[in-house]
């Protein structure tokens, strides 16, 4: 059964600590997509690849976060530093060639 | 930024009855995509509908989609308890697989 996972799946931190969110696409997909969801701003993207390169991250603020594929099994997410505002649940999504997306069971993230 | 406005933002319905949930969207498509997320979980992809499409029906579900108007109905008949969730809209453009997901529908069908 094929999933997409994400690690952790809650993390807890201090205002000022780096925060690094890891992503295992589905094997065989070639698009990875991150997302932020919070009550107040709904489902955003942040970030997405394409066979490992980064195709658009106008969606992510670029001085605190950055976004990566070391290899075709792994995406990561970072914050640093954190900051408050940041507390969302951040889910990776991966897809084909074909058009829907598959989700991961994201990472709830709190910044205290 | 949303491209995708739905109403009703919540619904609350007896078991046994249809819901019908409306996405509108501000700019040409390739695709409308409807996904449901039960709570504290990942969206789930539940059925895709082309631009050159006007209607698509997978069990329970039936889509429409209206591209004059720039809008899409989800219809989800004979709800069940299970039932119970988010449910987004999202468009598709261009060939880059970029979605945009719209704000969500609140659905509770209670038993």
């Known amino acids: 059964d094929a999933r997409v996972t994400q690690t952790p799946r809650h993390k807890v931190t201090e205002m000022g600590q780096e925060v690094t969110m890891r992503c295992q696409p589905i094997?065989?997909?070639?698009?990875v997509f991150w997302y932020r969801q919070t009550m107040m701003q709904g489902l955003e993207l942040l970030a997405y690849?394409?066979?490992?390169?980064?195709?658009?991250d106008s969606g992510m603020p670029k001085d605190r976060f950055s976004a990566e594929m070391p290899d075709a099994t792994l995406a990561t997410l970072k914050i640093q530093p954190s900051e408050p505002r940041d507390s969302a649940v951040y889910f990776c999504?991966?897809?084909?060639?074909?058009?829907?997306?598959?989700f991961g069971p994201g990472t709830r993230l709190t910044v205290l | 930024s949303q491209q995708g406005e739905e109403d009703p933002q919540a619904l609350s319905i007896q078991e046994g009855e249809n819901a019908t949930m409306n996405c509108s969207y501000k700019?040409?498509?390739?695709?409308l995509q409807w996904y449901r997320q039960n709570s504290g979980r990942g969206l789930v992809h539940l059925i895709l509908i082309r631009s050159n499409e006007r209607e698509k029906h997978s069990g329970r579900l039936r889509v429409t989609l209206d591209t004059s108007k720039k809008s899409s109905s989800l219809l989800i008949t004979a709800s069940r308890a299970a039932d119970t969730a988010s449910y987004f809209c999202a468009t598709g453009s261009g060939n880059t697989g970029k979605l945009i997901f719209g704000q969500g529908t609140t659905l509770q069908v209670k038993p």
């Open positions: 999504a991966s897809g084909s060639n074909r058009a829907e997306q598959f």
């Open positions: 094997l065989g997909h070639n698009t």
């Open positions: 690849f394409r066979n490992r390169a980064p195709l658009d």
């Open positions: 700019t040409s498509i390739n695709n």
